[in-house]
């Protein structure tokens, strides 16, 4: 799939360099605080948007994000050409201030492709263009650091978490549920952290020398699968809002890891197979975070029971199989095509 993908030409075109956003952003922040009307920035897009069409009049348009699908369908508001939008989740952030302009964008847009189902039916909550297409397209993968086979009874546990460092993701009730592992259960295991930010640094510092015998945070990862292919099951407690299909589990996945996640988002269908889940969906409090009590009975039940593992595993091998990249770019390729030939 790389070497197909390698054939297509890409031009990337940014309009400034690292020093050159700071001193652009600087002055919007400038300019809109005494002019709020004035959008500095979505005119700077619109100018250079309507250049590009004119430079090289693509057939199509695909924008990922909210602001840079409503720079879009602003820019192209009297345009034929089709826009499709790859949503990730992030409409769960929107407020209500927001809802004139996200009512520009459904006005405009022409098709919507969502990662998962419950992506797709959060998206229903906007309904003001009966005409806009919408499909799933679960994201596409190719591992990037061989699978290794797993031992049926490791001499030590791995259980590992991948994440952005935020407090949304779990991190702390999955440090918690593992304290409380290590009171009940006398196989060894060890609990790896992988991922920087504010939530990952304030665990660090509080980690006595007793924890760091058993407990390992290493920072930012480059290359986060090196370190999944050791995990023996895959965390991710995540109650973030707007959570859709987290790379980690697809990851997870991929490397043959059972996971222990919550039923947050696309979360549950990444976890289905015909022959039943390839992890453990654990309940959540009323204010969204993970139990640790029930987080604590799953680690206990992957840890102590070998042959649950495996069988998880072995599912978690066919779940990773719908994240194939040639089965992404050609879905893609279909509604890409489609668009073209609707407009």
């Not at 495996?310 to 990249?325: E, T």
Request: aromatic share 10%.
């Amino acid at each position: 799939m790389m070497k197909r993908l390698a054939g297509i030409p890409v031009k990337s075109i940014p309009l400034f360099n690292d020093f050159g956003y700071k001193v652009f952003f600087k002055l919007r922040q400038m300019i809109m605080a005494r002019f709020p009307s004035i959008d500095i920035e979505a005119r700077v897009h619109a100018f250079v948007l309507r250049r590009l069409r004119r430079r090289w009049p693509f057939d199509v348009v695909n924008t990922h994000l909210f602001y840079a699908t409503r720079f879009c369908c602003e820019t192209f508001a009297e345009d034929s050409v089709p826009i499709i939008e790859s949503d990730h989740g992030h409409y769960a952030f929107l407020e209500a201030k927001d809802m004139p302009q996200a009512r520009s964008i459904f006005g405009r847009l022409n098709t919507l492709v969502c990662p998962s189902s419950a992506n797709l039916e959060f998206s229903r909550r906007f309904p003001w263009n009966d005409k806009l297409k919408r499909s799933v397209i679960p994201y596409g993968h190719e591992r990037q650091v061989p699978a290794r086979e797993r031992s049926a009874q490791p001499a030590v546990i791995t259980l590992g978490m991948v994440a952005r460092g935020v407090v949304w993701k779990g991190w702390k009730e999955a440090l918690a549920a593992a304290r409380v592992v290590r009171e009940r259960v006398k196989a060894p295991f060890r609990l790896v952290f992988v991922g920087a930010g504010p939530c990952v640094d304030e665990i660090a510092m509080s980690l006595s020398e007793e924890d760091r015998r058993w407990i390992e945070i290493t920072g930012h990862q480059d290359e986060p699968e090196k370190w999944i292919a050791d995990f023996d099951i895959g965390l991710l407690p995540t109650y973030l809002p707007g959570e859709s299909l987290p790379n980690s589990i697809i990851e997870y996945l991929s490397h043959g890891v059972p996971v222990i996640a919550t039923p947050v988002g696309g979360i549950p269908e990444m976890l289905s197979t015909p022959q039943g889940p390839a992890g453990i969906l654990v309940e959540q409090e009323p204010d969204g975070r993970a139990g640790v009590s029930s987080l604590a009975e799953a680690m206990t039940a992957l840890i102590t029971q070998h042959d649950l593992r495996a069988q998880l595993s072995a599912r978690a091998k066919m779940a990773a199989r719908r994240y194939d990249l040639g089965s992404c770019v050609e879905a893609y390729e279909r509604v890409m095509a489609e668009a073209v030939r609707s407009n």
